[in-house]
């Protein structure tokens, strides 16, 4: 069965600062991994995905994410935080080329921006 | 996110009534999921279905919670005599491709 563990349920960063929101995966098969922003009382809008390709991901917002098989990781970063980043985000994973299996989500974690 | 559209976006309900929730998928998708978000939780599978099949309920509770996606229009999920605990931000997806899950805005679920 496949889990994904987000560690730190709150991250606050300055802006302009580096944002680091880190996620761990695990999974039997090859997995496809993704990472949502959800703003408040708002649905959930992908940010970027890695599907077996290239395992340096670049995404909307200037967000990034990297595929660390050895370490089972798929972190997201970026460079320089906005204020308009502070929102919540999601780290998901789903078993891949297995078919349409139902995306298993982390419990996210808040990001706050402070001036 | 309007390609999926739900409704309503806020539900109240008192203890032991009934609330429909309704999900449009965007135009030609044919695949829809549930999910339910709880405070301070991530997104919890439900449901999973095609038009007039349920693919994967294994997320679904064994009481009071059905859903369907009828030939014709919106997949709706259903919760019978509704608790306290069923408060939640329910989801509807539909599926993009590759895995992605493209969601709507929600149906906000409270009971008194």
């Known amino acids: 069965a496949q889990s994904v563990t987000q560690l730190g349920s709150h991250v606050s960063v300055s802006e302009g600062a580096l944002v680091l929101l880190r996620c761990n995966y695990s999974?039997?098969?090859?997995?496809?991994l993704f990472w949502y922003v959800q703003y408040p009382n708002q649905g959930l809008q992908l940010l970027l995905k890695?599907?077996?390709?290239?395992?340096l991901v670049k995404g909307i917002n200037g967000f990034e994410a990297e595929f660390k098989k050895s370490e089972t990781s798929f972190h997201l970063t970026k460079p320089s935080a906005h204020m308009s980043d502070a929102a919540e985000y999601f780290c998901a994973v789903s078993e891949g080329n297995s078919g349409n299996t139902p995306l298993v989500f982390g419990k996210g974690t808040r990001l706050s921006v402070i001036a | 996110n309007a390609g999926v559209m739900q409704n309503p976006r806020h539900l109240v309900r008192r203890r032991g009534q009934e609330a429909r929730l309704r999900c449009s998928p965007m135009?030609?998708?044919?695949?829809v999921y549930w999910y339910r978000q709880l405070p301070e939780e991530g997104l919890k599978f439900m449901v999973y279905?095609?038009?007039?099949?349920?693919?994967?309920e294994s997320g679904m509770p064994k009481e009071r919670f059905s859903a369907e996606f009828p030939k014709e229009g919106p997949s709706i999920l259903r919760i019978q005599q509704v608790v306290r605990g069923d408060s939640a931000a329910y989801f509807c997806?539909?599926?993009?491709?590759?895995?992605?899950?493209?969601f709507g805005e929600g149906s906000r679920l409270t009971v008194l």
């Open positions: 997806a539909s599926l993009q491709g590759a895995g992605e899950l493209f």
């Open positions: 279905l095609q038009k007039e099949n349920i693919i994967d």
């Open positions: 890695y599907t077996s390709a290239a395992t």
């Open positions: 135009k030609g998708h044919s695949h």
């Open positions: 999974s039997s098969v090859p997995p496809y």
